[in-house]
Structure formats: C-alpha cells, structure tokens
C-alpha cells in the first residue's frame, strides 16, 4: 500500500481492510479450525499446560499462537502449514518434557534451578539480587500465606516456573517483621522480644543490642531492630 492510499477518515479500509466480502464468513471456519488445532495441541502437550507454564512450555504456547494467527487474518495463508507448524511444536515439547524427566542435567540447562530465597528465618540476599527478587516482593508474598515474621518461615524457594512455595517452621523463632514500617498501628501490635535483636536487612539474629552498630554475618549491615515473638 502506498502512502498517498492511507487517509484517516478512511474507515472502510480502518474497519473491514482490503479484503473481499466472502472473507469474513472463511474467517469464521478459519477461526473454528485454529481454535480445534490450539486445543487438541495443547492437550497433546499435556495438563501442564493448564496451569503453571515452564519457560519452553510459555515458548511453545507462543509459537502456537504466531503460527496460527496469520492463518486467520490473511487470505492468502493457508490453514495447512499452521498445522504442520503445531504439530512441530507438539513434538518438541513432548521430546523435551520427556527428555527433562529423565535428565536432570537437561531439565536445569532449559528450564533453570530451584532458589532458596529464605532459610531458617534469614533473608538471603545474594540468591535475591541475582534472581531480582526485593524484599517488599518477598515480604508480600509471606504475608499472603499469614506470615508476621522472618522467624515463621522455614524455607522460601522460588521455583523454576516463577512461583514461590514456602514452608513454614514448625517451631517458629523470634525474627524480623515483615509488616511494612508504615503500618505503625499493625507493627506496635507485634510482641517484641527486647533481649533478642535481628538485621533489619536481612532477618539475621545479631548478638548486639538496638546502639550497638555492629556489621551482619550475613549481609553486612549494621542497622538492628528488635525481633517479634
């Protein structure tokens, strides 16, 4: 299309394009057939992929819906080598999920590892930067699962598909509050332990009191707190 053939106030060419009438009734059947093909693919490629998707499933959704897109918009694309292209990925996905369920090795290149972003009520902040995780995105989602504090929490992981799961302590100890300090209301209510003092970076229990500005043996930080029973 040239440039001279666009104008703004065109809307039979902004709303029904440049195709021809009986077009949109083949859209119809198009659509019908991209949306079988979607289907039995994704069924073919297993329940996984109707819930927590892994990066190459996410990979293979999107490639799925590249190829069949053109086959309902445009007139001149067949539904033929969508097809072929699902089939394509099915069997990608299959070879890989299998070949991943009997090699580890395998499975962590593809889809990456399991991080342990808390561990025994303590923040663990290199695993965080590298993984970009911040503490009010960690903090939130302990407060989703009612944790009030570091010293509730067992493990933290955050999985390979970008979920987290967490495990709570069976006998929970003092630690670092997770209510936001701006909820003054909320963290006065929390019952404070005056002999026992934690990192406010990372959870740490300190042996050193609120004055004393002694540096973290886990994260270096010399800022101290009060823990909550």
Not at 13 to 24: A, E, N, S, T
Not at 74 to 98: C, D
Not at 127 to 149: G, P, Q
């Amino acid at each position: 299309m040239d440039k001279s053939d666009i104008f703004w106030n065109d809307w039979q060419r902004i709303l029904i394009g440049q195709v021809p009438g009986p077009f949109f009734i083949e859209v119809i059947l198009r659509m019908i057939v991209v949306y079988f093909i979607l289907v039995f693919s994704m069924r073919a490629m297993g329940k996984r992929m109707a819930t927590q998707l892994t990066i190459t499933e996410y990979a293979s959704l999107v490639s799925l819906a590249a190829a069949t897109g053109m086959a309902v918009q445009t007139p001149e694309r067949g539904l033929l080598p969508a097809m072929l292209i699902a089939a394509i990925v099915i069997y990608t996905q299959r070879f890989i999920a299998k070949r991943a369920s009997v090699n580890n090795r395998f499975e962590k290149l593809l889809m990456g590892e399991i991080d342990i972003l808390v561990e025994d009520g303590k923040l663990n902040i290199p695993v965080m930067h590298h993984t970009r995780i911040t503490r009010e995105k960690l903090f939130s989602k302990m407060r989703n699962s009612s944790i009030k504090h570091l010293g509730e929490v067992q493990r933290l992981y955050f999985e390979a598909s970008g979920d987290f799961a967490l495990i709570k302590a069976k006998e929970p100890k003092p630690g670092l509050s997770v209510i936001p300090n701006w909820d003054k209301k909320m963290r006065d209510k929390q019952k404070r332990e005056p002999g026992i003092c934690v990192c406010k970076t990372c959870g740490n229990i300190k042996h050193a009191t609120i004055e004393q500005r002694i540096a973290c043996d886990n994260c270096g930080n010399e800022d101290t707190e009060y823990a909550v029973l």
